[in-house]
């Protein structure tokens, strides 16, 4: 049985590329037999960059709720809030006790968003510490994550196998990296200043959001950069944006008759955008309606969430126990522990 455990921080909404690139990928490894899913809203890691309650709040229910609307059955795996189980904090900085700060330092996300923000906080330099615990704390095994994570995974090896060095092979399960090389990068609505595709990301403003009504939606995917090649001529499908997200919800036959219909004159680029719209309502119409459910029953949220918390919590104990007594400390009092 392997543990697959991802988490996605709630910054915002997530966008066509954190579904396509993350979720989607994610429910189908939970679903595969013999795994069973960790898949958590990496709150904590959030207050990072985000310090307004209301704005983390907000993000924390769409994020669950975006989750939920793909089709991950909490059921079948674990669900939860970072932020509902202590146990990650404190893994954390026993964590930090045995990592090199150096090696913090040099992280290749805290150098970009040095160089970026200016000043930073110091949760930014102890961030991949966090993720370390978030992964650790579960004895996970497979960790689903996109190729920036690369190295705040091999941190993650690094600093539990310094341990397991220390205190035995049996302190912590070493995870491994899982990078879908079958999943595309999902291009943001405009291109760079060279006309090359740029990656979806919120830092970019460059989003799709498909939780959207459909008005704003409309909108926003009339919205996306084109090139102004005339009716009369034909076009390319290969480098027009509005063609490789198509390519990327639609079926191989209705993509087919889309790039037909690039490479025949008379076709125009706001045609071409309807029939993205209208593939995204007919792809996501199901997941769209499903959102605005759980978007309207904070409650039902705050209950699966609850849920979920108390059967991570759970293992995380068990885990946080374990490391506890390897270092000398008691087992924490509660939940039956010896005092
Ligand atoms: P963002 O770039 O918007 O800040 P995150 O870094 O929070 O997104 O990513 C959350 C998850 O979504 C990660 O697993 C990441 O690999 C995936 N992801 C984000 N953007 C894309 C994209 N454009 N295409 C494919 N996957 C993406
Ligand atoms: N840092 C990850 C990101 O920005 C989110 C995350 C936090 C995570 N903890 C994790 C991903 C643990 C995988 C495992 O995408």
């Known amino acids: ?39 958590f809203i990496a709150d904590l890691h959030s207050l990072t960059t985000v310090h307004e309650p209301e704005v983390l709040m907000e993000n924390t ?22 932020s509902d189980i202590p146990e990650v904090t404190e893994l954390m900085w026993f964590l930090t006790c045995f990592f090199p700060f150096s090696r913090l ?15 930073v906080s110091s949760g930014l330099v102890f961030y991949p510490m966090l993720m370390a615990a978030d992964i650790l704390l579960y004895d996970a095994n497979i960790v689903p994550v996109g190729k920036d994570q690369l190295q705040h995974l091999e941190f993650t090896r690094d600093v539990a196998e310094r341990i ?37 990301s919120k830092s970019y ?26 009716i009369e001529l034909a076009k390319d499908p290969d480098t027009c944006i509005v063609y490789r997200l198509y390519s990327m919800i639609a079926s191989t036959e209705q993509t087919a008759s889309l790039r037909e219909a690039y490479l025949r004159p008379g076709m125009g680029y706001g045609w071409a955008k309807e029939q993205l719209y209208l593939a995204l309502i007919e792809r996501f119409g199901d997941a769209r309606e499903k959102y605005h459910f759980y978007m309207g029953n904070k409650k039902e949220l705050d ?26 400390y008691k087992k924490l009092a509660y939940f039956g522990g010896e005092v």
């Open 1 to 39: 049985m392997a543990r697959i455990l991802t988490g996605i921080q709630s910054t915002n909404v997530p966008h066509l590329g954190n579904i396509l690139g993350a979720i989607l990928p994610g429910i189908e490894l939970a679903n595969a037999p013999g795994n069973e899913a960790f898949f």
């Open 61 to 82: 229910y769409a994020t669950a709720a975006a989750w939920l609307a793909c089709g991950f059955d909490t059921e079948k795996g674990f669900f939860y809030r970072q």
């Open 105 to 119: 330092e040099l992280a290749h996300s805290y150098k970009d968003k040095v160089e970026k923000l200016g000043s």
């Open 164 to 200: 397991n060095a220390r205190f035995g092979s049996d302190t912590f399960v070493i995870p491994e990296a899982r990078i879908d090389e079958h999943v595309q990068i999902v291009p943001g609505i405009y291109k760079d200043e060279a006309g090359n595709f740029t990656k979806m």
């Open 205 to 230: 403003g460059n989003t799709i959001n498909i939780f959207e009504d459909d008005k704003k939606l409309r909108k926003r995917v009339n919205g996306i950069q084109t090139d102004n090649t005339s």
């Open 303 to 328: 209950l699966k969430l609850q849920e979920g918390a108390e059967k991570a919590g759970t293992i995380a104990y068990e885990v946080l126990c374990r490391m506890r007594s390897k270092l000398g």
